[in-house]
């Protein structure tokens, strides 16, 4: 498997063109407008870098303008913090301001309006919508069917665990010429990414910070815990209800109260949307072979039938197989 190309990984560029700084932001964060009466004279700079794995984004950026960016359908989590200046978020009829002690998180808001200083210069994480989902369905050992939803304010300060978050990536900014040359950033990369995206789910208030508290202090039923094991171990093979309910040890109703209580879902729905995120990451996977078998790679996971296969990867990522696949094929 090849890695991301030179080009692909190290982000640097610097414009005056209001167009360029949209477009290239609009590929790293999502679609979004970009608004300033300095259109043709920005000082715009954005120097960062994409990992390979989850495709997050890190960097620095500043436009040397006053601008205002309008989002309404990002699909990723734009995280910033101002190393100097300001900008203020106004989303659903409040207003919040950052600067160097308080951080933002841009969502897939409705509608979101950041207003940006013209001196102000900051870093930036952008996480995918989709990558964020499966981390989070990793720690929760189930299925996730609501997006995430962050408090958008991040405040920077020694009592709270989001400055060391913060500081975290500030470092690793610090040696990014180290690691665009690294030819090891491909396997260093997925445990870092997933670092960084478990560590903002653990430190930054969301609408899954509860479950993810109370996850530490329950104790699943020992059968529980070896149905789940089977699912994630087997799961290349043949599994039926009665199999598991045999593993179990249990009466069926029971089996699949528990579960539900533990997974949000019956033991066969888990392990088809497993199997589809299984899927999802190797369709993803930086460096994918353009020869690879979407048919062959169904049959692999279980799934005999092939339109009905695509069906439910449309529904649970909303888009086809193929159209995963060609997103992700590095240009090398």
Known sequence: MQSLSQRDIELNHYSSKADFAQNLMSSICG???????????????YDGMRLPNKR???GTISYGANVAINTSNLKAYSISLPLKGKQILNMRGERYLSDE??????????????????????????????????V???????????PV?????????????????????QNFLQFKSQYTGFYGLPLLAEDYENFIIKALLLSQENNYSE?????????QPAYIQRIHKFILTHAQEEICADHLQDLAGVSK??????FQYYYGTSPMAYLKKYR????????SASGLNRKISISQLASQWGFNHLSRFSQEYREEFGEKPSETKNKFIDIN
Request: net charge negative; proline share 3%; aromatic share 6%.
């Open 31 to 45: 679609e979004h407008r970009l608004d300033t009466s300095c259109r043709d004279t920005l000082n715009f700079h």
């Open 276 to 283: 589809l995120q299984q899927i999802y990451k190797v369709l």
């Open 149 to 169: 939803i962050f408090n958008p304010e991040m405040h920077f300060d020694s009592e709270h665990l989001i400055t060391a978050w913060w500081k975290n990536i």
């Open 253 to 258: 109703s029971k089996l699949y109260e528990e």
């Open 136 to 146: 989070l369905a990793d720690l929760l050992h189930q299925p996730v069917e609501k």
């Open 211 to 219: 479950q993810l508290k109370q996850l530490s202090t329950q104790s």
């Open 56 to 58: 997050m984004t890190i």
């Open 101 to 134: 002690k308080n951080g933002l998180i841009l969502s897939n808001a409705d509608l979101q309006d950041l207003t940006i200083d013209k001196d102000c210069k900051k870093l930036q994480v952008v996480v995918p919508e989709q990558s964020l989902q499966i």
